[in-house]
């Protein structure tokens, strides 16, 4: 019997085949089960996957913490992200943009949440809501990373806001025309 976690991974890979409309009929990706956890598919909890282009991000408890993790749908293995996780945080709820460039997730450290974002490129991680005096979480991104949404109590209420990839916080209008 497949666990739970490679069941739900090769759902929705089949589910993304199906939306991104893919010429002829539906096929299921398999990808290796690898116990060491080298693979997008391992004996760990797998959780909150998201799918741009050719990449899949996830965050995984195989290591004894939960860590952000990117796989590469072309050459079926793991992305190096140096910089990223670290011992004393929680991760969850990662998104990325089109491209796979940038990676936003909600971050647990030292008994603190916040947004994180992490450039690919530039291996930096950033605290987008470091200044904000409120509870965040469930962040998104935009295709091109340059504006990510997510939830925050600053209100008193669950709100979203919208932020530039600096953090700033970006004034969205009531009535977009």
């Known amino acids: 019997m497949y666990p739970l976690s490679r069941c739900f991974f090769l759902l929705v890979l089949l589910l ?3 939306l991104s409309g893919c ?4 096929h299921l990706l398999s990808y290796p089960f690898d116990p060491g956890g080298r693979s997008l598919n391992s004996p760990a909890a797998e959780l909150s996957p998201r799918i741009a282009g050719e990449y899949v991000v996830f965050t995984s408890d195989r290591f004894g913490r939960q860590d952000v993790y990117l796989f590469n749908l072309k050459t079926s293995s793991l992305v190096n992200l140096p910089g990223l996780n670290s011992f ?3 991760a969850s709820n990662p998104d990325l943009s089109a491209d796979g460039r940038y990676i936003v997730f909600t971050g647990s450290r030292r008994g603190k949440v916040g947004i994180f974002l992490y450039d690919r490129e530039t291996r930096q991680l950033r605290n987008l809501t470091a200044n904000l005096a409120a ?3 469930h962040p998104t991104i935009s295709n091109n990373g340059d504006r990510i949404a997510f939830e925050s109590s600053a209100n008193g209420q669950w709100d979203i806001l ?4 600096a953090g700033n916080l ?3 209008p009531m009535n977009p025309q």
Do not use: Q
């Not at 919208?162 to 990839?165: A, L, N, P, Q």
């Open 16 to 18: 993304v085949g199906l």
């Open 23 to 26: 010429s002829g009929s539906p």
């Open 88 to 90: 004393d945080a929680i």
């Open 135 to 137: 509870e965040v979480r």
């Open 162 to 165: 919208v932020c530039d990839r």
């Open 170 to 172: 970006i004034n969205v």
